[in-house]
């Protein structure tokens, strides 16, 4: 279970990378300037921060933490009675919260594509797209393959164009970096932007 | 006769409930980590009904007056020009309908609120927030959906809600 978190729970400290302004997100509420109400599905952590600034854009907003049972040790999502773990994909895709097929405007999915084994992506993200109306964005954070760590930060909205985070930690990231081509295969239609950062991360539109 | 028209004084209309006053530490002794205090439940208020601790119940709610529950209810509250508050003890698995709504303990259910829903530090929502403004406190547990409507598409928004939730998963 994942509580709202809130400026308490941001652990920004001076580890902590300063917001930046999301040329993503830039582009995003440009292409979505005529639609004044937005549904948005945020895969979480939630911030208090980020669910305000969703609401007073007019937002219906789905609300549900599929990151935070995520690590690699949740028996949940793993069987090990094998020689390999092998991950329960349909076990994870139950965590997504009910949302009506074809509804949704924006998908947050932050790190997720990250933190899930690759031989679940196919799945997870054709899931994740049965959701989203034609036109619709999947909105995501995707690790460089030379960024080794910081597979727990979190990030929220100090605006509708700047992102905050939370202290790069050191743990590592479970899987190799997914790469635009990989992206390209997931997205239904391929149709995908990529925008780089300064945080060894790429934020990903994938439109449907 | 002038004592007779004293005598008829009525309380005020539908009160907003009054939380508990807090308790004054009568001893102040340092303490090895902070201990967070849990949220006051606010008391019940004269025109309030109360459900305790101990009662458990399951049907259709409806009425005009506020509604204060520390116990289980199942089924339906419709209290449309009133508040419902769960309590921290509270237990709800129900379809919530009032003019505002806070939660400080569980709700299973949608809830769909006039005014405005608040959920607590301590409270824990699953389900989908209909309302003219949310507040989510910083520690609330929340899954679900929240769509803001403004005065007089409330009702219009409702059935929209109920209709969508009967297509959801592929």
Known sequence: ?208 | MWWEKKARTEAPPNPEPVPAPKPTPTVETPMPEPIAKPPAPPAPGPQQTFLGRSVAVRGQFSGNENLLIEGQVEGTITLEDNTVTVGTNGQVKAEVHARQVIVLGAVTGNISAQEKVEIRRSGHVVGDILSGAVAIEEGAYFKGSIEIVREGEHEAARSAAASNALETRP
Not at chain 1, 178 to 188: C, F, H, I, K, M
Not at chain 1, 189 to 204: A, D, M, P, S, Y
Request: include cysteine; charged fraction near 20%; glycine fraction near 8%.
């Open chain 1, 1 to 208: 279970m994942s509580p709202i978190k809130g400026h308490a729970d941001r652990g920004r400290s001076k580890d902590a990378p300063a917001p930046f302004t999301s040329r993503a997100l830039e582009w995003l509420w440009q292409y979505l300037r005529d639609d004044p109400q937005p549904h948005i599905l945020d895969c979480g952590p939630v911030f208090q921060s980020t669910l305000n600034i969703l609401l007073r854009r007019g937002s219906k907003i789905h609300v549900g933490d599929m990151l935070t049972p995520l690590p690699p040790d949740n028996p949940t999502f793993w069987a090990r009675e094998g020689k390999k773990p092998v991950f329960l994909t349909n076990e994870f895709l139950k965590t997504i919260p009910p949302v009506p097929v074809g509804s949704l405007t924006i998908i947050f999915g932050w790190h997720l594509l990250d933190l899930v084994p690759h031989e679940a992506l196919e799945a997870l993200v054709e899931r994740l797209s049965s959701f989203l109306r034609p036109g619709g964005v999947l909105y995501c954070m995707l690790r460089e393959p030379h960024l080794p760590t910081g597979a727990e930060i979190y990030w929220w909205m100090e605006s509708l164009t700047v992102l905050g985070s939370t202290a790069d930690t050191k743990r590592p990231f479970p899987y190799p970096a997914v790469t635009n081509r990989e992206v390209e295969r997931l997205v239904p239609g391929g149709n995908v932007k990529t925008f780089l950062t300064r945080t060894g991360r790429r934020e990903v539109l994938g439109i449907k």
